[in-house]
């Protein structure tokens, strides 16, 4: 058995529209490097985070050292382990930057014990490593970042994730704002309460978009990225939303909204010639602003974290 493993984890869009905290799904290209070691102090050591000197060391803080702790916890053991995070994923972006260092944690230490753990099973140890840098309970970045593809969280106690592959021709925009917005902070201002009128839309979308992921139906896909609680609610946070989601619109894209709890943004396209139409589109209408930004152009991943 290896004593030291590398693997990439990737970056993942949640909420996916109308589906607060119960959808997502990876993106291919950007995410973490991480390597893990056996280390014979039977305790969790994390290296300091380059260029990210104020992400905590301590493993009772780190969301990579609070998920290999979940995950020792359930298997009583002591094992330690020497954790170096490569972050290629700004923290505070709204494409599960700490999801993907739990995931990839989680992923590395199983591998290193000789894979005591299902994927699936990995998720429930990535998500509490997710809640501590959100101060709440929600794995919809922290399924995908694991398992790839969509993930659907039917259930959180206990939780039941659907894992769906995405449609093959399903590609994704993101434009990363280059400014931090706190998961906590972006949780803290949505109303606790939630008109019947507007829950009964948003659960019709999220039954469309399920059906339109299985049948690999670009158009209702599309059609049911429509958010009618949450993005009306975190759009304030974002620079120029209303006339970035326009231009996106315009260019082509199946339908955008914000990812995660923002600053960044999400279309889907079908094709990847679309999507670069889109990256255009989003170019022209963010260069208007003052902002720093970055654009990806990703297929809708259907791998979680790869062990290099
Ligand atoms: N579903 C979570 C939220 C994701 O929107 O707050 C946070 O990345």
Same mark, same amino acid.
């Given at each position: 058995?290896?004593?030291?493993?590398?693997?990439?984890?990737?970056?993942?869009?949640?909420?996916?529209?109308?589906?607060?905290?119960?959808?997502?799904?990876?993106?291919?290209?950007?995410?973490?490097?991480?390597?893990?070691?056996?280390?014979?102090?039977?305790?969790?050591?994390?290296?300091?985070?380059?260029? @990210?000197?104020?992400?905590?060391?301590?493993?009772?803080?780190?969301?990579? #050292?609070?998920?290999?702790?979940?995950?020792?916890?359930?298997?009583?053991?002591?094992?330690?382990?020497?954790?170096?995070?490569?972050?290629?994923?700004?923290?505070?972006?709204?494409?599960?930057?700490?999801?993907?260092?739990?995931?990839?944690?989680?992923?590395?230490?199983?591998?290193?014990?000789?894979?005591?753990?299902?994927?699936?099973?990995?998720?429930?140890?990535?998500?509490?490593?997710?809640?501590?840098?959100?101060?709440?309970? *929600?794995?919809?970045?922290?399924?995908?970042?694991?398992?790839?593809?969509?993930?659907?969280?039917? #259930? @959180?106690?206990?939780?039941?994730?659907? *894992?769906?592959?995405?449609?093959?021709?399903?590609?994704?925009?993101?434009?990363?704002?280059?400014?931090?917005?706190?998961?906590?902070?972006?949780?803290?201002?949505?109303?606790?309460?939630?008109?019947?009128?507007?829950?009964?839309?948003?659960?019709?979308?999220?039954?469309?978009?399920?059906?339109?992921?299985?049948?690999?139906?670009?158009?209702?896909?599309?059609?049911?990225? &429509?958010?009618?609680?949450? &993005?009306?609610?975190?759009?304030?946070?974002?620079?120029?939303?209303?006339?970035?989601?326009?231009?996106?619109?315009?260019?082509?894209?199946?339908?955008?909204?914000?990812? #995660?709890?923002?600053?960044?943004?999400?279309?889907?396209? &079908?094709?990847?010639?679309?999507?670069?139409?889109?990256?255009?589109?989003?170019?022209?209408?963010?260069?208007?602003?003052?902002?720093?930004?970055?654009?990806?152009?990703?297929?809708?991943?259907?791998?979680?974290?790869?062990?290099?």
């Amino acid at each position: 058995m290896s004593e030291s493993v590398k693997v990439f984890a990737p970056g993942s869009v949640s909420n996916v529209g109308c589906g607060f905290d119960i959808l997502g799904f990876a993106i291919d290209g950007v995410g973490d490097e991480m390597v893990v070691s056996k280390n014979d102090k039977k305790k969790i050591v994390i290296a300091p985070v380059n260029g @990210y000197e104020n992400l905590p060391t301590d493993p009772k803080k780190n969301v990579a #050292g609070v998920a290999i702790q979940a995950l020792l916890d359930d298997l009583k053991s002591n094992q330690g382990f020497d954790v170096e995070i490569v972050k290629n994923i700004k923290p505070g972006s709204g494409i599960g930057s700490s999801a993907a260092s739990a995931a990839g944690a989680v992923v590395a230490v199983n591998e290193l014990l000789g894979n005591p753990y299902s994927r699936m099973e990995l998720v429930d140890f990535a998500m509490k490593g997710e809640e501590v840098a959100s101060g709440d309970v *929600h794995a919809d970045n922290a399924a995908p970042a694991t398992l790839g593809g969509f993930c659907l969280i039917r #259930g @959180y106690n206990p939780l039941d994730v659907i *894992h769906i592959q995405p449609p093959k021709d399903l590609w994704c925009v993101v434009i990363h704002p280059q400014i931090e917005i706190k998961t906590k902070e972006s949780r803290e201002l949505l109303s606790p309460e939630v008109s019947m009128k507007k829950a009964i839309r948003q659960w019709g979308n999220v039954a469309g978009l399920m059906s339109g992921l299985y049948t690999s139906n670009y158009e209702l896909i599309g059609r049911s990225l &429509e958010d009618h609680i949450v &993005e009306p609610q975190r759009k304030v946070l974002i620079p120029e939303f209303d006339e970035l989601k326009l231009s996106v619109m315009e260019a082509g894209a199946l339908g955008c909204s914000i990812s #995660g709890s923002g600053p960044s943004v999400f279309a889907l396209a &079908e094709g990847k010639d679309s999507a670069d139409v889109i990256a255009t589109a989003m170019d022209t209408a963010y260069r208007k602003t003052e902002l720093d930004y970055k654009i990806y152009v990703s297929k809708v991943s259907d791998g979680g974290v790869r062990v290099l």
